[in-house]
């Protein structure tokens, strides 16, 4: 139990992932490159952005990797916590909007009793 769940990244296990599937890590890498570019979005709201997502996918490589690119780009503090914020309200959201499923089946399983007992 010694180990972490996430082993900690390395300069060794980036150089392996990109020895196995060299082509795709550089796609990968270009990709990530122009995506977080400065564009229609400044890179700064992009990380704020990424650093939101990260918490709601709880990767935590992203949520620490992010962060930091966010701080470089001058993210301040306040702005990282109400984006990680806005990601616990949307993922609450989501049990709040799914809801309406377990209401409907609720409501099925109701009428369905209600129409065995006559």
């Not at 990767?59 to 780009?73: D, K, V």
């Not at 993210?75 to 309200?89: G, H, K, N, S, T």
């Amino acid at each position: 139990m010694d180990q972490p769940v996430y082993p900690p990244g390395t300069p060794e296990l980036s150089h392996r992932r990109h020895e196995l599937a060299p082509a795709i890590d550089d796609a990968f890498r270009a990709f990530s490159k122009q995506v977080f570019a400065d564009g229609a979005l400044p890179s700064k709201m992009k990380q704020l952005i990424a650093v939101a997502v990260a918490h709601v996918t709880q990767c935590p490589y992203c949520i620490r990797g992010h962060t930091n690119a966010a701080l470089r780009a001058g993210a301040r503090p306040e702005e990282l916590m109400e984006a990680i914020w806005v990601a616990a309200e949307m993922r609450a959201g989501g049990a709040f909007a799914h809801s309406t499923i377990a209401l409907s089946a609720m409501a099925e399983a109701n009428h369905s009793r209600s129409g065995e007992s006559k």
